[in-house]
């Protein structure tokens, strides 16, 4: 339970010497998002990139940037989520045969219950399988899926 904040205080440090914002978790968008995305990697710069896009055409969308993965802070996640979310989907580089959902997403739904975003729907999206590059096309699909409780972006995905 310690070093959620220890790794904090050390982020707040770098922070100040280096002139950046890093965090635990991230927030990236609309203040009022309704649609957001949770990743890490390197994926999230394509993330803003199509955020600023697509907010500048008044949609409401945002992303939580993960920093740190283990050990999971839920509060600091809870923390980063803008209050006006109506769903989350979340992006895992990883295909994790025979589970029930990828790391990441089951690491925020377990974040998420009991929480104020409990009755909020958290979709499981893959990308980037077999080191194929996402593009914001792709991201506007993620923001756009409101049916696929799963689905996959960037590659043909039907060989388990």
């Not at 890490?40 to 990139?49: A, F, L, P, Y």
């Not at 006006?84 to 959902?101: A, F, M, N, Y």
Request: aromatic share 10%.
């Amino acid at each position: 339970e310690a070093v959620p904040g220890i790794v904090e205080g050390y982020m707040n440090k770098i922070n100040e010497k280096i002139g950046t914002d890093y965090k635990l978790f991230n927030y990236y968008g609309a203040p009022d998002a309704e649609h957001v995305i949770i990743a890490m990697g390197s994926v999230n710069d394509t993330i803003e990139e199509t955020i600023d896009y697509l907010n500048a055409q008044g949609h409401k969308f945002g992303v939580v940037k993960v920093r740190l993965y283990r050990p999971f802070s839920a509060k600091h996640l809870i923390d980063a989520i803008p209050a006006t979310v109506k769903q989350i989907s979340v992006l895992d580089r990883t295909k994790e045969p025979g589970s029930i959902g990828e790391p990441l997403y089951l690491d925020v739904v377990t974040a998420l219950k009991g929480s104020k975003f409990d009755q909020v729907p958290v979709y499981n999206g893959r990308y980037g399988l077999g080191s194929k590059d996402t593009t914001p096309a792709q991201i506007i699909a993620v923001y756009k899926n409101t049916e696929k409780k799963t689905f996959t972006i960037g590659i043909q995905d039907d060989v388990t």
